[in-house]
């Protein structure tokens, strides 16, 4: 207490408590140690290479120095002694000025600095081929190229217009919450050689390029997580820009077992994910699905530079041709699904069956299939997994297989079908396809799943990848075709299904727009079968077609060849007497939908017989339902009901109810409301629902007229928030309690 009270008299008491009460922003200001290069390396060095900068800033510019001791060699910086004072770099290499440290050292941990490199012209002078002159506008960045053997580690560094480079290190590097910026047409971290790399939760901003990993050795773990990368592959010359990636492996290396993750990173900017240039980096090491899924860059899995002259990759090997890449898919006999990539819009060659046999998802990219029939072939040859050619001692296809292609141009699958199995074809975005196209004459069980999304086929003579203009799409196997927001452009037969096998076939069309098909122009050869959509089963068959929000369209002076735009059956003279069954259920489609039966159509491909076909106009609004016996039902809303009708009361309104088709239910015509009845009162009461009236006052008798004794009145108290009311006593108090303490302070002195 005595010392408190001494504190207190001298006034230091209160000046204690004035700065303990000062905001945290007075303290916000207080300027950061900047020191140059050569301090920095003593610091260094004088921490045992185990560093915390504690927030310093080392700001430097490349100073000349001259490292040749030959006796009377011409010096570039003249007369005099030009010692290196530790701001020299060792070399000018390209645009950076190369600083070699920390040689013949074991572990090296620095945190906290931030390097900021400010160009400057000079000149090394030495007796080698480094010496020369270098100047501020070449010479943008600083390299630090550590060469100690141990672990390097930087966390919460700050790079400026520097590279990091843990050059000699083969054991751990790691970079931890560092951020590098303004880099110039280099990599901010790169020639990585250590076997266990960690680069975490760092930025990258306006940088030629992201990581680079290289050298010789054995990788047993990478990982590269919650990193930002923000126009990286871009602050370069024109030639090089978007070349590197985010992060490139080196033709260098193995990691055939190492552990890699790169995920929950984040890029802006379009460079690409990765330059892969490793063939021991496989799918199961690096899958680059799996890349895409787990980080958000906006840039494609693989740069374009990674191909070279290639234009397909799989499983780490770069291909001239997709033909190639499917071989090099089939002879690797592949344990789970294979993923192929397609260069970005590369033209992937020239393709006539090309050969699959197991699991795959085509990663198109953009690109397309140039020349030949440009099919996936399934299950028509015998192939050798040894050699990937046709063979006779080779299988047909040995498993169930789900195959994907998403966004590859003019892309087509065939098949005459020889197994079983079940063939799932997926094409997702493929423009300018030439056709799918599968039979089954050989095995009538095989069943094949076909999905069609976002799609396009064109037949017209000018096309750029002609589709087959007689059918784009066809089979005669059980299973199910989806087809959706996808489009036919003069295409005789667009749709052509001819299910020969016992079983149920599902199709359904969504959101398809089929233009000038089955015109007589291009119809000549199928004249009397020719349709935009064509269905038939044969007998023991079921075939369900179910249309939605589809569009058949025929430019000016265009007209279907006759056969409607959606045929049922198949009207031909040397059709089967008995078919199978048919069924089509359609809304938001207007359609001309025909049915015919054997011998419509005679010899000479002319009606013969009218009375075996039928032709019925839907329009937009008609719902049709199917119907076994007779393909399909038309719904004209002609039988209609009222649902929802409400009486009003004097409570709530009412409503006079929708008219809807009581076969779909689609609402014909909304109701109406109907405002809600007036109060029926007697007595102060509604006599329909009780309420009471508002308005009616009540007769009272003399008696309940006569006033009682009053109450005397309570002591009101302040209302709530009347401070004034509240303040005024309390103010009396607290200048009564004042006078209390002077009081009281006299005597106790």
Request: hydrophobic fraction near 35%.
């Amino acid at each position: 207490m005595k010392l408190l009270r001494r504190l207190a008299q001298g006034g230091i008491l209160a000046a204690l408590l004035a700065l303990v009460l000062l905001p945290s922003s007075a303290f916000a200001n207080t300027p950061s140690r900047v020191i140059d290069f050569a301090t920095f390396l003593k610091e260094v060095e004088n921490a045992n290479y185990s560093y915390d900068g504690r927030g310093v800033t080392v700001e430097w510019s490349p100073s000349s120095a001259c490292t040749d001791n030959r006796p009377g060699h011409t010096c570039l910086l003249g007369e005099g002694t030009h010692t290196p004072d530790g701001n020299n770099a060792q070399r000018g290499q390209g645009n950076n000025a190369q600083y070699q440290l920390f040689s013949g050292k074991g572990a090296v941990s620095i945190k906290n600095v931030t390097f900021t490199f400010k160009p400057a012209d000079f000149k090394l002078c030495m007796n080698s081929d480094w010496r020369g002159t270098f100047t501020a506008a070449e010479v943008v960045n600083a390299e630090l190229q550590l060469l100690n053997t141990g672990d390097v580690t930087f966390e919460g560094c700050t790079f400026n217009r520097v590279i990091a480079s843990p050059f000699s290190c083969t054991a751990k590097a790691s970079f931890i919450g560092c951020s590098f910026n303004d880099v110039y047409n280099n990599y901010a971290i790169k020639d990585v050689h250590a076997a266990v790399a960690n680069i975490s939760n760092s930025v990258f901003t306006n940088c030629g390029g992201g990581i680079y990993f290289e050298g010789s050795t054995t990788r047993t773990a990478i990982d590269i997580t919650g990193n930002t990368f923000s126009n990286v592959d871009a602050f370069a010359p024109e030639d090089k820009k978007f070349t590197r990636g985010l992060v490139q492996f080196s033709a260098n290396g193995n990691y055939a077992n190492a552990a890699v993750k790169i995920s929950g990173n984040t890029s802006t900017g379009g460079a690409g994910a990765i330059r892969q240039l490793n063939t021991s980096i496989s799918e199961e090491v690096l899958s680059l699905d799996a890349l895409l899924n787990n980080n958000s860059f906006d840039g494609n899995a693989l740069t374009d530079s990674s191909f070279g002259a290639n234009t397909v990759y799989y499983n780490g090997a770069y291909y001239k041709t997709l033909m190639d890449a499917l071989k090099g898919v089939f002879t690797s006999s592949p344990k789970g699904t294979a993923k192929v990539y397609c260069k970005p819009k590369a033209d992937v060659g020239a393709m006539t069956h090309g050969h699959v046999a197991d699991d795959m998802v085509i990663y198109g990219n953009g690109a397309y299939v140039s020349a030949g029939e440009r099919d996936l072939e399934i299950d028509t040859y015998k192939a050798n997994r040894n050699t990937g050619k046709q063979d006779g001692t080779g299988a047909f296809l040995d498993k169930d297989i789900t195959v994907t292609v998403k966004e590859l141009d003019g892309i087509a699958a065939w098949g005459q079908r020889n197994t079983a199995h079940t063939v799932n074809l997926a094409f997702e975005n493929c423009k300018n396809m030439q056709r799918i196209y599968f039979t089954n004459g050989a095995n009538p069980n095989g069943k094949i799943n076909i999905t069609l999304d976002g799609c396009s086929f064109d037949g017209s003579p000018d096309a750029v990848l002609r589709a087959n203009a007689n059918t784009t799409v066809y089979s005669n196997s059980p299973g199910d075709i989806s087809i959706k927001d996808t489009t036919f452009k003069q295409i005789s037969v667009a749709l052509n299904i001819n299910h020969k096998s016992t079983g149920t076939q599902n199709i359904t069309l969504n959101s398809c727009t089929f233009s000038d098909c089955a015109t007589p122009e291009i119809s000549k050869d199928t004249k009397t079968y020719g349709a935009p959509v064509r269905i038939v089963a044969q007998k023991g068959a079921i075939t369900n077609l179910a249309v939605k929000d589809c569009e058949f369209a025929y430019s000016e002076g265009k007209t279907n060849c006759g056969n409607g735009d959606i045929l049922l059956g198949d009207g031909r003279h040397d059709a089967a007497e008995d078919q199978g069954v048919v069924t089509l259920s359609m809304n938001g489609t207007e359609a001309n939908v025909m049915k015919q039966k054997k011998g419509f159509y005679g010899h000479d491909g002319q009606v013969a017989d009218e009375s075996q076909g039928s032709k019925t106009e839907i329009s937009k609004d008609n719902l049709v339902k199917p119907n076994v016996d007779d393909n399909f039902v038309v719904d004209d809303h002609s039988k209609t009901k009222i649902v929802g009708a409400k009486e009003a009361t004097c409570t709530s309104k009412g409503y006079t109810g929708d008219k809807v088709c009581s076969v779909c239910g689609k609402v014909l015509e909304y109701g109406k409301e109907i405002a809600e009845l007036n109060h029926t009162y007697e007595n102060g009461v509604c006599t329909l629902c009780g309420a009471k009236d508002p308005d009616y006052t009540p007769i009272k008798e003399p008696s309940q007229q006569a006033q009682k004794p009053g109450k005397p009145s309570k002591p009101t108290l302040p209302a709530t928030g009347d401070v004034a009311a509240l303040v005024a006593p309390l103010s009396t108090v607290g200048v009564a309690l004042i006078g209390y303490a002077a009081t009281r302070k006299k005597r106790i002195r």
